[in-house]
T-cell receptor, first 115, second 108 residues
Framework: DAGVIQSPRHEVTEMGQEVTLRCKPISGHNSLFWYRQTMMRGLELLIY????????DSGMPEDRFSAKMPNASFSTLKIQPSEPRDSAVYFCASSRRLAGNNEQFFGPGTRLTVL | KNEVEQSPQNLTAQEGEFITINCSYS?????LHWLQQHPGGGIVSLFMLSSGKKKHGRLIATINIQEKHSSLHITASHPRDSAVYIC??????????FGTGTRLQVFP
């Protein structure tokens, strides 16, 4: 199993540009999570999907952030327009979400730098 | 006040030492995650447990649901164990609530 795949691994962009982060969850997993990690705030949940449906997006900072999951094997997190304060590592995680076992498996992360 | 408290925040050890990292939480939970984040940034799931004890190699995790406390032990520590260890629990909407992490450095 390849694990959770994220791309790109690193992204450097200028303020105002659109940024799209991509995630492929582990095959067979039906829940997908987007997290952001910064030194100041640690790991924060942005949004999660169950069976491709967004369940809780209360962690999405503002309207500049949007996430989609068009099918079970792909999700995107988009920031438009990007700002320097969006600089962080963005992790995608997936889980099988069975009763009593919601263990999450994390991707390698995308390190985003907005200049 | 963070809902998940870890101690210590920073820990240094000599190779071979027995390591204990503690995690306390304030609400009733059904399961707790231990995660490891290496200096390169990747996050690895170590354990998910809801009762008792689990062991994987040199790592042992225990949880006492009644006392709202979990511990992660590393036996015969090695420099490659140097990482940030994070405990997290699932809240009633299945969201992970993270601790602040314990930064471990093991010196040869």
């Amino acid at each position: 199993d390849a694990g959770v795949i994220q791309s790109p691994r690193h992204e450097v962009t200028e303020m105002g540009q659109e940024v799209t982060l991509r995630c492929k969850p582990i095959s067979g997993h039906n829940s997908l999570f987007w997290y952001r990690q910064t030194m100041m705030r640690g790991l924060e949940l942005l949004i999660y999907f169950n069976n491709n449906v967004p369940i809780d997006d209360s962690g999405m900072p503002e309207d500049r952030f949007s996430a989609k999951m068009p099918n079970a094997s792909f999700s995107t997190l988009k920031i438009q327009p990007s700002e320097p304060r969006d600089s962080a590592v963005y992790f995608c995680a997936s889980s099988r979400r069975l009763a009593g076992n919601n263990e999450q498996f994390f991707g390698p992360g995308t390190r985003l730098t907005v200049l | 006040k963070n809902e998940v408290e870890q101690s210590p925040q920073n820990l240094t050890a000599q190779e071979g030492e027995f390591i204990t990292i503690n995690c306390s939480y304030s609400v009733g939970i059904s399961a707790l995650h231990w995660l490891q984040q290496h200096p390169g940034g990747g996050i690895v799931s170590l354990f998910m447990l809801s009762s008792g004890k689990k062991k994987h190699g040199r790592l042992i995790a225990t949880i006492n649901i009644q006392e709202k406390h979990s511990s992660l032990h590393i036996t015969a520590s090695h420099p490659r164990d140097s990482a940030v260890y994070i405990c997290a629990y699932f809240n009633n909407t299945d969201k992970l609530i993270f601790g602040t992490g314990t930064r471990l450095q093991v010196f040869p």
